[in-house]
């Protein structure tokens, strides 16, 4: 993990969502051209126990965009992004996420 390009203060460095870069990143991994970038988007206020929400950027070089979201609640189903739907990646990827989870690159 953390082996992809730390975001920093940089004022182009944005979320797919349109935020900095810096809110709520968790850490980052690669596959192939692909760096995947996790972010904690807090809990959802209207459900109890807090639920937490996830934002999933991938970059190849085109810039970030969603890959998927999804949260902490085990019967939640992540959300993917059209082309990323059914991709065989998918597996591995939420694998990579919930060990980013457990152990954040925030350092």
């Known amino acids: 993990m953390g082996n992809g ?13 349109g935020k900095p870069g810096v809110d709520g990143y968790l850490g980052d991994f690669r596959r192939g051209p692909a760096v995947f970038t996790l972010y904690s988007l807090g809990s959802q206020p209207g459900r109890t126990p807090k639920i937490i929400d996830y934002l999933l950027d991938v970059d190849d070089g ?13 019967e939640d189903v992540p959300e993917w992004a059209t ?7 998918c597996p591995w990827i939420l694998e990579q996420c919930r060990a980013l989870i457990a ?3 925030t350092a």
């Open 62 to 74: 085109a810039g970030a965009r969603e890959c998927c979201r999804f949260t902490d609640d085990p």
């Open 103 to 105: 152990e954040p690159d």
């Open 83 to 89: 082309a990323w739907r059914r991709d065989p990646w």
């Open 5 to 17: 390009v730390r975001p920093d203060k940089d004022p182009y460095n944005f979320r797919s969502d």
